[in-house]
């Protein structure tokens, strides 16, 4: 039934506002399609590939949607398979942003056909990859705030359960909090370093303290019997105002003391060390059997993700009984012991008879003689200890880093912004028009002809603060200025999940470069998560049969 066209229901109708629910938005920049068995549907290496195979038409149309909603038509590329000759094996896997990418143009072709106002001719840009292309990213520790939030406090969502104390002196009461857009504590600091938060939460609440008469008297620094009529009235009206900014205040400051708690008893300092230098080369095997040794109280979930790090750096540490040594001196639990093979999953390359004492197969392989899967980044500042790491994407969008036939996600985005991006590794399913202008660092969007809305936040993406979508001290109210300065947007989507770390990436990325990212994924994981899915791949061969294309 269409609601709009029955008057009899709309005359008893207050309001009525459309929401599309095929995907659902993480933050102004990020949405995912909540295809949350992608992992091990598309990864999985199963005997027949029919449940990859819808898992790809739902998404696609999902990810369609997001550009109907928006009115964009985007340039749509994606990364290539490896090769399609006769001479090597192509997988599903391989065929997977490709198989994506297909099932979107469908989508928008059919769109522009069928949509009022929609685009004929390209507004943005779309890049689809798959999570093959950084598998240290969900797994190593983050050391930002928001990813913090998410690691280590059992999270639901960006939903946080705390106690506040109850009315009239009663018992505790529980209460739930989203750490979402709307709150501009969180704003300004979800993508700080965790040691950067605390200090600037420490000097907010102690320049509030100040500040703040009602906030002195409560903190005792005031008297009342110093204080004038004029005082009391000036505190009286402060007190709303102060009541909301001391809840925010206090709220993150607990957070944050509690996340500082966690990093002190559980030793994640020093783990967080060793995961750095292995991700960069400057530690080697020794060092985690070391680590192992001394370090008995770490947790299994912590060790797992050591050694799929260092699954990734070392690949050859793990033929055959060597790898299966290293993990029986982690103590690790045979549920855990198989998670690490599934990682290799991702590689595209499945556990086979012949292959279980064979080197493992992933991506990283590229950097075994120099043993990082890094490079340091001349000219970035490490104002905080264990910031060094970056996630792939990050060094793909803006440096210059190509190993043999294998180009990191920083790069891409910088190369695809100057339209520089190989075709042949990464082509176009349709070749834009003439008038397309998607060259790099593009100009005003009022010299953009083909572009369908102002240059701000998505209205999918607003928080629901006020009747703008911006909450009245939101910062995302100041920025909305600038995204009407940047040129047409970039949309990043990850197939198979991504993460907080690769988020914050496309934020800090849209204002060095000047280009609105959008990331768009299956979903989100926290590495518990994504630990989690990996039990789900199963390790059977693919036939050829199976593959179509």
């Not at 066209?5 to 659902?24: Q, S």
């Not at 912590?302 to 690949?315: E, F, G, H, Q, T």
């Not at 630990?531 to 593959?547: C, R, V």
Request: with cysteine; net charge negative.
């Amino acid at each position: 039934m269409d609601i709009k066209k029955d008057m009899e229901v709309l005359t008893r109708l207050g309001a009525l506002r459309e929401m599309n629910l095929e995907y659902f938005p993480i933050d102004s920049q990020g949405f995912i399609t909540n295809n949350e068995r992608a992992l091990e549907e598309l990864f999985g290496d199963e005997e027949n590939n029919h449940k990859g195979v819808t898992c790809l038409n739902v998404m696609a149309k999902r990810i369609a949607t997001v550009f109907a909603s928006l009115r964009e038509f985007p340039s749509v590329r994606f990364r290539a398979a490896k090769s399609l000759d006769a001479t090597t094996m192509t997988t599903f896997q391989d065929l997977i942003p490709t198989k994506l990418a297909a099932g979107i143009w469908d989508c928008l072709v059919k769109y522009k056909k069928s949509i009022p106002n929609f685009p004929q001719t390209e507004t943005c840009e779309l890049l689809i990859l798959d999570r093959s292309i950084d598998q240290i990213a969900p797994v190593i520790h983050e050391w930002t705030y928001d990813a913090m939030c998410h690691d280590l406090l059992n999270m639901e969502g960006n939903k946080y359960v705390h106690e506040v104390p109850g009315k009239s002196g009663g018992p505790a009461e529980r209460k739930e909090v989203l750490l979402e857009d709307h709150d501009p504590v969180w704003l300004e600091l979800r993508h700080a370093h965790i040691a950067d938060a605390s200090e600037r939460l420490h000097e907010k609440m102690t320049n509030f303290i100040s500040k703040n008469k009602a906030a002195q008297i409560q903190h005792g620094s005031n008297s009342s019997s110093e204080m004038s009529t004029r005082d009391i009235q000036t505190i009286v009206q402060a007190l709303p105002q102060y009541s909301e900014q001391i809840d925010k205040l206090s709220l993150h400051v607990e957070i944050a003391g509690k996340i500082n708690r966690i990093i002190r008893e559980s030793g994640l300092r020093e783990l967080g060390q060793l995961e750095q230098d292995l991700v960069f080369g400057d530690a080697t095997t020794k060092d985690v059997i070391k680590f192992f040794t001394m370090k008995e109280d770490i947790t299994h979930e912590n060790k797992l993700r050591l050694l799929m790090i260092l699954a990734s750096v070392y690949p050859e540490k793990f033929e055959g009984e060597k790898g299966q040594n290293l993990m029986r001196l982690a103590k690790l639990t045979e549920e855990d012991m198989n998670i690490v093979p599934n990682f290799r999953m991702l590689g595209g390359q499945p556990v086979t008879k012949k292959s279980l004492t064979a080197a493992f197969g992933l991506k990283f392989d590229i950097h075994k003689k120099k043993h990082a899967a890094r490079k340091e980044r001349p000219g970035e500042e490490e104002k905080w200890q264990l910031s060094r790491f970056y996630p792939i994407i990050e060094e793909s969008l803006y440096d210059v880093l190509v190993c043999d036939e294998w180009m990191f996600i920083q790069e891409l985005l910088e190369k695809l912004m100057k339209n520089e991006l190989s075709k042949e590794d990464y082509p176009c399913l349709n070749d834009p028009s003439p008038s397309y202008q998607g060259s790099p660092f593009s100009g005003p969007v009022n010299q953009n002809p083909h572009s369908m809305r102002s240059r701000r936040t998505p209205t999918w993406a607003r928080p629901q603060g006020s009747e703008d979508g911006y909450s009245s001290d939101s910062v995302l109210r100041h920025a909305s200025s600038d995204f009407r300065r940047m040129g047409q947007r970039i949309f990043l989507f990850i197939v198979g999940g991504a993460t907080r770390s690769e988020l914050r990436v496309c934020h800090k990325l849209t204002e060095k470069l000047k280009r609105e990212i959008i990331l768009g994924s299956s979903s989100i994981d926290d590495p518990s998560q994504f630990i989690t899915k990996l039990k789900t791949i199963t390790t059977h061969e693919i036939s050829l049969d199976d593959i179509q294309i």
